[in-house]
């Protein structure tokens, strides 16, 4: 089973979903701004007398996204002031603070517009979701630059990832006089993501009881996410007529009672035998999110931002009357490396292939939801894909980078001294040195991410290659100071390491060394080595069991 480097999963989620600026109406396109790049603060405030938390922190070993303000009701004065945190513990978080004039409802905001420059037919991200409101783009970074709500007009944050540090804060002063009906607030990507701020006169909350209606919220959301989880981590097959299977799976789940959605690919790894086929149905609540499942090209693997082959909101470079032209990523926010500033488009229908022969073959889903305001009706819950052939096959969704898993065929091969290769279960034989002339015995072997190819490594260092593995050099010929024990190959494919007893390594491709035992005293000899899943590390073991 493979995964993704981790260096896929931490970029920041604005790569995704750019942050963008608002514009007069009468412009073609929205630019991305950070909301304190403008002019100098309007107003100074006192420093915060409430935190309200934006999102949460997931347990370990969980994904999970709070669609939630901790807390979200809070009664206050006229004059106090809210610091607004995303917690940068919820890797895929991406959420707005809005803040409501009385008379407009949050679904004032699709999702989704016409393309407003009117120079292609397809339609864009709405930048009134994501850009800050024209009223926020030069405050609420600091206490001493705090944004002044005075209920007659929206106030919003625009869209900001969970993991910027940089840019965490919204900090508000309530501007608006005592009332008994409260004002709203909510997240414009997450219909259920909203809360309430009544002003009084009498008894504010004080931060005890801020802080323990966050903890009651974060303790019941978790508690019925936690279940969702474990309701969803299952599949089951059908039988088809031809003798396959069809196996149900969860691209991420919600429980219906509270606001969290559970960013994971459930069951994360799939097994499945040649001509089986799985159907990923969302669980999310309505409107609440958007997933893939896409089984990525290799520039997708390396950086889920830019325009690629199956990403359903590309940034792209706005050119006037012509055709807009992908983003080349060259340069910061907002322009991107282009000319003129970037936007997100919207390509959300299914892309490549339906069958996954082999590891690097691309097909996505498109987007798939379950329709309610802001998301467009018109958008599908669930998606099939056919693995007709061995191996095994990683997936990711394109939105939230840390959702990914693995559908793979069950099976193994083991390795002779002289070159031969034995297969079982569903495994495929792709040749071997059996039989063919060897300067040294055979002394280890690795297969390659999809398990379509394999490697053998020889004591001298030689390397042998078969199905998609591919050569990328050996110390076969060279002088070594101990003989290779073993190697191991790296998460995509692009390069392999060896390891001689006396602790070395060597590295080819893409590999990356890391440091060795070599030249440093040992009890016993190394005997094999393995890589981490991300490919950031690797292991040497002795035959003592000593492990470095």
């Known amino acids: 089973m493979v995964r993704f480097r981790r260096r896929l999963v931490i970029l920041p989620a ?317 340069g910061p926010p907002p322009n991107f490396g282009c000319a003129a500033p970037a936007e997100n488009g919207w390509t959300p229908g299914p892309q490549g292939s339906t069958s996954i022969p082999t590891g690097t073959t691309v097909g996505s889903s498109g987007i798939i939801t379950n329709p309610a305001a802001p998301a467009p009706a018109n958008l599908p819950n669930n998606f099939t894909f056919t693995f007709p052939k061995n191996g095994s096959f990683s997936f990711m969704c394109h939105i939230h980078a840390h959702m990914f898993g693995t559908v793979f065929t069950q099976g193994y091969r083991s390795v002779a001294s002289d070159g031969g290769i034995f297969t079982h279960g569903n495994t495929d034989f792709l040749g071997s040195q059996g039989g063919k002339p060897l300067n040294a015995p055979i002394v280890g072997a690795a297969a390659t991410p999809d398990q379509q190819g394999y490697y053998e490594v020889a004591s001298d260092g030689g390397i042998f290659t078969f199905g998609d593995a591919v050569f990328q050099g050996s110390m076969g010929g060279k002088h070594l100071n101990k003989p290779i024990v073993g190697m191991g190959v790296t998460p995509d494919g692009g390069g392999y390491y060896e390891v001689a007893s006396d602790g070395g390594i060597f590295t080819f491709g893409d590999a990356t060394f890391l440091g060795s035992m070599g030249g440093n005293h040992l009890n016993k000899p190394v005997v094999g080595m393995a890589v981490t899943p991300t490919g950031l590390g690797y292991y040497e073991v002795a035959s003592d069991g000593g492990i470095f």
């Open 14 to 330: 604005a790569l995704l979903l750019p942050l963008a600026a608002a514009t007069p109406a009468s412009a073609s396109r929205t630019s991305v701004v950070p909301r304190h790049a403008a002019s100098a603060p309007r107003r100074l405030a006192a420093a915060p007398t409430y935190t309200l938390g934006v999102d949460n922190a997931s347990p370990p070993g969980h994904n999970f996204e709070y669609t939630d303000f901790f807390p979200n009701g809070l009664t206050a004065h006229t004059g106090d002031t809210i610091d607004f945190t995303w917690n940068q513990g919820s890797v895929d978080g991406f959420h707005t603070v809005t803040l409501f004039k009385t008379t407009n409802p949050q679904n004032a905001y699709p999702l989704v517009i016409p393309e407003a420059g009117g120079d292609e037919a397809g339609p864009q991200l709405n930048p009134a979701v994501f850009a800050p409101s024209t009223n926020a783009q030069a405050c609420g970074t600091t206490a001493a630059a705090a944004c002044a709500y005075d209920g007659t007009a929206d106030l919003s944050s625009g869209a900001v990832p969970t993991g910027l540090p940089q840019q965490n804060h919204f900090i508000v002063q309530l501007n608006v006089p005592a009332s008994a009906t409260p004002y709203n607030y909510a997240c414009l990507i997450h219909p259920r993501m909203h809360g309430t701020i009544t002003i009084t006169a009498g008894q504010a909350d004080s931060a005890a009881k801020v802080a323990a209606n966050a903890a009651a919220q974060l303790a019941a959301s978790t508690t019925a996410a936690l279940a969702a989880e474990t309701a969803a981590n299952t599949t089951t097959a059908t039988m088809n007529a031809d003798g396959s299977s069809t196996w149900s799976a969860t691209a991420s789940t919600a429980p219906a009672s509270q606001p969290v959605e559970v960013l994971e690919m459930l069951p994360a790894n799939i097994p499945v035998k040649p001509g089986d086929s799985v159907h990923w149905t969302t669980n999310t609540q309505g409107g609440n999110e958007i997933h893939t499942v896409t089984f990525p090209d290799a520039a997708t693997v390396a950086n889920p931002g830019p325009v690629n082959a199956t990403n359903p909101v590309p940034t792209v470079c706005e050119n006037g009357a012509l055709a807009d032209t992908p983003a080349p990523f060259t």
